[in-house]
């Protein structure tokens, strides 16, 4: 027996809005051929339930409450992704972005995903720590150039030792030592140092009999 839509006439259909309509959004179908604006992933999502879906939905239109313009878009990237006019990295990434912030709405949204193709935060989570470290890192050496702007060779001297550090010509020890000495007198900055190369840590602890 056939169900209404089956037969591709209306392959358009809009999604629930919150409403009891007892439409399912049934088998999210994605083809395995990219015709068509589908998913050039070749798989196929598993049964989602009209009960999933709506909850789901509702879930979302309950955190955007106050900002209907972001629940309005995500129901216009739902229909797109049914609608195959947008396929599965297009609309993880439309997710991502739109859920910015909401890391329990990005997960649910593999509900609506092939098995295999799921969004994964972990990897997110790692390149943004790394992003932070990276800026944390280039604020420091900000900080030192400013810091010694009257005293342009200790400026130097740090990133020739850190070059030095890098290319494993020296060992942390020996570098933690240098940076002692050009550092003296601005116990921040030392301080700060053991953050920016965490084996300067040990060192410094052992100094001070820690």
């Known amino acids: 027996m056939k ?6 006439s209306s392959s358009q259909s809009k999604l629930p809005s919150g409403s009891s309509s007892g439409d399912s959004y049934g088998q999210s179908q994605v083809p395995a051929s990219g015709g068509g604006g589908g998913s050039d992933l070749g798989c196929t999502a598993g049964k989602l339930t009209t009960y999933e879906c709506l909850s789901y939905i509702k879930e979302v239109k309950e955190t955007f409450q106050d900002q209907r313009e972001k629940y309005d878009m995500f129901l216009e990237v739902l229909n797109d992704f049914k609608a195959q ?15 910015e912030g909401h890391n329990n709405l990005i997960s649910g949204f593999n509900i609506f995903l092939p098995k295999g193709c799921e969004i994964t935060l972990e990897d997110d989570e790692a390149a943004l720590q790394k992003k932070d470290e ?18 342009e060779h200790v400026y130097k001297a740090f990133l020739d030792c850190l070059n030095m550090y890098k290319k494993e010509h020296k060992d942390v020890n020996k570098v933690y030592n240098e940076i002692s000495i050009l550092f003296d007198g601005h116990p921040d900055l030392l301080d700060e140092f ?3 190369i965490p084996e300067a840590a040990s060192v410094s602890a052992k100094n001070l009999g820690l």
């Open 3 to 8: 169900r209404s839509g089956d037969d591709g």
């Open 134 to 151: 990276f800026e944390g890192a280039i604020n420091f050496v900000i900080k030192i150039k400013r810091r010694f702007q009257n005293d």
């Open 85 to 99: 006019r947008t396929d599965t990295v297009g609309a993880s990434a439309r997710v991502k972005e739109l859920f």
């Open 194 to 196: 053991t953050t920016f």
